[in-house]
């Protein structure tokens, strides 16, 4: 490609720049699948079904508002809606009327839903070990962790 | 959350593995959104349209198959049929019959595809560098490159 005109101070990408580039476009498709994957082939479990139960096992008392939960687990209200009906009706989750807001509810993480966790995660931490820390022994995780937090706007 | 009987050789994550995870999950959300956002508010151009113009012209004669297109852009082949005929209709790309497979249709870059290219470039150029490389200069871009392609399954 010719070069156009570039806004001041913006240099096109050098070749390890755009190496990174494209290894971080091909990660952010290939990981989230991988993992996910995994989940469903050796625990039948979706990525969001693990995401609902390992936030609310995180959360103050198992609790959490059904708004949060869903922000969270970044799904819609009416998704999240619909899959905690779901996990309800397998014992994982109850719903309750939030006590400070009669229009708001809570979903509830039961003794059973936590039993699935703990069920689930030994499946989900080697698939992480295998799929992310297996290749990062070269970096600085600190370093790497701050980095990754300022590219999400986090810094 | 107490400790299930783990696989043999996998260990529990470190409080440094699990900022990492955390960081990384939020970053895979956060990050095509943000570039999505700059492009399609400054240039009124989707991501898939982009990447479209960009495979293109970094292909052998500006001509990819439909087949090899949609794969490079993640989509299916009938959601690509629907952008190619869109960006036919804008005059940025052609479609014609392969010489090889009577069956397999080509897209083909045309000069006002490449401008629009040429033109929607610097926009996302700098908002790769304000959301991505602005953020990794403690970072050994080689490195990281190489642990961002193992993670994705390349090494």
Same mark, same amino acid.
């Given at each position: 490609m010719s070069a156009p005109?570039?806004?001041p101070g913006i240099t096109p990408l050098t070749a390890e720049e755009e =190496?990174? *580039?494209r290894a971080l476009g091909r990660l952010m498709l290939v990981l989230p699948r991988a993992l996910t994957t995994d989940l469903e082939r050796d625990q039948r479990m979706s990525a969001s079904e693990y995401s609902v139960l390992r936030n609310l096992s995180e959360s103050r008392c198992g609790s959490m508002r059904m708004t949060e939960l869903a922000l969270?687990? @970044?799904m819609s209200l009416? /998704? *999240?809606t619909r899959?905690?009906?779901?996990l309800e009706a397998q014992g994982f989750l109850k719903r309750t009327k939030c006590d400070s807001d009669a229009r708001g509810w809570n979903a509830v993480l039961t003794e059973q839903g936590l039993a699935r966790l703990e069920e689930a995660w030994p499946t989900h931490l080697a698939s992480v070990r295998r799929h992310i820390f297996d290749h990062?022994? @070269?970096l @600085?995780?600190?370093t790497l962790a701050k980095a990754l937090n300022a *590219? =999400? /706007?986090d810094d």
């Open positions: 005109a570039l806004p =190496a990174v *580039m969270a687990c @970044d009416s /998704g *999240m899959l905690a009906a779901k990062l022994a @070269d @600085d995780l600190p *590219m =999400a /706007g």
